[in-house]
């Protein structure tokens, strides 16, 4: 059985920043690729980031671009995604995902519960 525990959501003001980390344990491929979605209330889940399983790799959506980071500790299977500049419009749940490189959903795709993250203005 395969786990994808999300932490580090919350509540903050914009401009503030905030770390997620999702812990992957059991059974799942080792070599897939790990990243994050989100999904907010009557909006699409919408793609955050993406990094291979050597960390060599990663990728972004264009609307955090240049503010997110995402990192990964292979030996501790848990990746890392740090939000700096946070906006209102990055209010969602963030959602942790596991699937071969470039992570595009699918139905093999292994999926966290998630994590709220919450931005005031």
């Known amino acids: 059985q395969v786990q994808l525990v999300e932490s580090g959501g919350g509540l903050v003001q914009a401009g503030d920043s905030l770390r997620l980390s999702c812990k992957a344990s059991?059974?799942?491929?080792?070599?897939?690729?790990l990243g994050w979605f989100r999904q907010s209330p009557g909006r699409e889940r919408e793609f955050v980031a993406a990094?291979?399983?050597?960390?060599?790799?990663?990728y972004y959506g264009d609307s955090v671009e240049g503010r997110f980071t995402i990192s990964r500790d292979s030996a501790a299977n848990t990746v890392y995604l740090q939000m700096n500049s946070l906006k209102p419009d990055d209010t969602a749940i963030y959602l942790c995902?596991?699937?071969?490189?470039?992570?595009?959903?699918?139905?093999?795709?292994?999926w966290g519960r998630g994590t709220q993250v919450t931005v005031s203005s």
């Open positions: 995902a596991a699937a071969p490189w470039p992570l595009r959903p699918t139905p093999s795709t292994y």
């Open positions: 059991g059974r799942y491929p080792h070599t897939y690729a």
């Open positions: 990094i291979s399983w050597r960390g060599t790799n990663s």
